[in-house]
């Protein structure tokens, strides 16, 4: 078989590939991103091996059992659990705690079979150091299985050998930006080096069905290093968010073949590891002040579970003449927008107030059911009255000054009474869809519909 060298220049924001240098890449307009990648090519017989094409009829439709991963908040975001075959890619910033999650899983997966756990950035010692500081049994014992194997190596070759060798339920790969082909004469973590590893590890996942997991570093700009078909050609994307100095985690999934992408699983940090949070609209809420100026509960929906997010606005006379508007956990241009409409609509002068809105806990409140209590938020700051500690805002603020529907309006009633909130102010449109009001009002909660913003002021005392 013969070969010959290719030489490219591969841009390391996109992939996008180029036969020459270029200073801008033309696929992403990145100046200064196209490396060389000189890349070894063996031609053979395209036509040899493959598998011919059956008729979907034939095909097996039964759904595969799914391996669980002993994380009701990581099954839910996989959409049920592990699919076996499947690849899996998880980033984060550096020391969120994306090794911490993985080895996590690994150890019991490890109660069901063999686990290889992949590591190219830690020796073998660092990760059993890391198993004991979490409290983790990484020795034989009666709970857990020594079927926990680690191999500190990053050649692609020797680790396709040890899985070939070993026949693991589960392999993690720490990192993938790690691991590389001794054909290619590029660097690890190179666009080629990334692109050909992660195909390798395709193949392995799909002929032998065996799940692999791959962890990604992230760029500055908190996209996944390396070039975009790596996350094209895994069948899952998560991420892992989150402030590094707070508890609390997000894994949420931006691509998902075996289930939904609107799910996330909320984690809490500490010293013994990752613990899921079973509730964490009463975790979010716990130091809230009650009946506090500029605060306003909305309910938001991610995926099939309703979460209850504070958010706060502080309304404050602009110093410098040219009023500032500042969001952290909600969208910059909707508060400059929802400000523009309650100086038109609702009356409120705005135009020399300085207005800051945060979602409290590291939350972020991005979809336009939130709108409505950002509003009420700002107005309650403004004006220096409370909103009633037992009350919850939601839907979304047209520009005209209109209050939206928000949609799945009963399951963030259900879980708003739930929680102990009695005044229920939604859009008016909402109401219609709200079954067993009955017993809702058995239970104290008063339903307000609003069809402006300036009637969901009224209705918030406002």
């Given at each position: 078989?013969l ?6 220049f ?6 996008y ?25 063996g ?7 493959g ?6 009829s ?16 990581f099954?839910?975001?996989?959409g049920?659990?592990?699919v076996?075959?499947?690849l ?7 020391g ?11 150890i019991?997966a ?23 500081r979490?409290g983790l ?5 009666p709970?857990?299985?020594p079927d926990?194997?680690?191999?500190a190596?990053t050649?692609?070759?020797r680790?396709e ?9 589960l392999?993690?790969?720490d ?7 001794p ?5 690890p973590?190179?666009v ?9 590890f395709l ?13 990604g570093h992230?760029t ?5 290093a ?18 590094r100095?707070?508890a ?5 999934a ?5 289930g ?6 909320i984690?809490e ?12 609209s009463?975790?979010f809420?716990?130091?809230r ?5 500029g ?6 929906v ?22 500032r508007r ?5 969208d910059h241009?909707?508060?400059?927008l929802?400000?523009a409409v ?5 009356g409120?002068n705005l ?8 979602v ?7 979809e ?5 209590a950002?509003?009420?938020?700002v107005a ?5 009255r ?12 047209g520009l005209?000054?209109?209050?939206r529907?928000?949609?799945k ?5 259900s879980?708003a009474?739930r929680?102990g909130?009695?005044?229920?102010v ?5 109401l219609?869809?709200?079954e ?10 008063v ?7 300036a009637?969901a002021l ?5």
């Amino acid at each position: 078989m013969l070969s010959k060298d290719r030489s490219t220049f591969v841009c390391s924001s996109c992939g996008y590939e180029s036969p020459r240098w270029l200073g801008r890449c033309p696929g992403c307009g990145e100046w200064n991103t196209l490396v060389e990648d000189v890349e070894t090519r063996g031609t053979g017989n395209p036509t040899s091996g493959g598998r011919p094409p059956v008729s979907i009829s034939s095909v097996d439709a039964s759904p595969e059992d799914r391996l669980p991963t002993g994380s009701p908040e990581f099954d839910r975001v996989l959409g049920g659990g592990i699919v076996p075959g499947s690849l899996v890619l998880v980033g984060g910033d550096p020391g969120i705690g994306k090794s911490t999650l993985l080895l996590q899983v690994s150890i019991r997966a490890a109660a069901g079979g063999r686990v290889l756990y992949v590591t190219g950035e830690e020796s073998a010692t660092q990760v059993r150091m890391r198993a004991d500081r979490l409290g983790l049994p990484a020795r034989p014992s009666p709970a857990l299985p020594p079927d926990l194997f680690v191999m500190a190596d990053t050649d692609i070759t020797r680790i396709e050998a040890q899985i070939s060798e070993t026949d693991p339920v589960l392999v993690v790969v720490d990192s993938i930006q790690t691991v590389f082909d001794p054909g290619l004469s590029s660097a690890p973590g190179s666009v080629a080096q990334v692109r050909q590893c992660a195909a390798a590890f395709l193949r392995l996942s799909k002929e032998r069905g065996i799940p692999v997991f791959l962890i990604g570093h992230v760029t500055k700009g908190g996209d996944i290093a390396g070039p975009r078909v790596l996350e094209h050609v895994v069948d899952t994307v998560l991420y892992f968010e989150g402030e590094r100095y707070q508890a609390y985690r997000i894994l949420r999934a931006v691509k998902n073949r075996f289930g939904s992408t609107n799910e996330i699983g909320i984690f809490e940090m500490r010293g013994d590891g990752l613990k899921d949070v079973a509730n964490p609209s009463g975790v979010f809420l716990e130091e809230r002040s009650r009946d506090g100026i500029g605060s306003v509960v909305a309910p938001c929906v991610e995926g099939t579970r309703p979460l209850l997010v504070e958010v706060q606005a502080l309304v404050t006379p602009a110093v410098f003449g040219v009023a500032r508007r500042t969001a952290i956990g909600v969208d910059h241009n909707r508060v400059c927008l929802i400000a523009a409409v309650l100086e038109k609509r609702a009356g409120l002068n705005l135009a020399s107030q300085d207005i800051y809105v945060k979602v409290a806990g590291g939350l972020e409140a991005v979809e336009p059911a939130a709108d409505l209590a950002v509003a009420v938020a700002v107005a309650s700051s403004l004006r220096n009255r409370p909103v009633p500690g037992d009350a919850v805002m939601m839907g979304e603020v047209g520009l005209g000054g209109e209050v939206r529907a928000a949609g799945k309006a009963g399951l963030r009633v259900s879980e708003a009474v739930r929680l102990g909130f009695r005044r229920i102010v939604l859009p008016a449109g909402d109401l219609p869809s709200i079954e067993d009001v009955a017993s809702l009002e058995k239970h104290g909660a008063v339903l307000a519909g609003a069809r402006t913003v300036a009637e969901a002021l009224d209705a918030a005392g406002l």
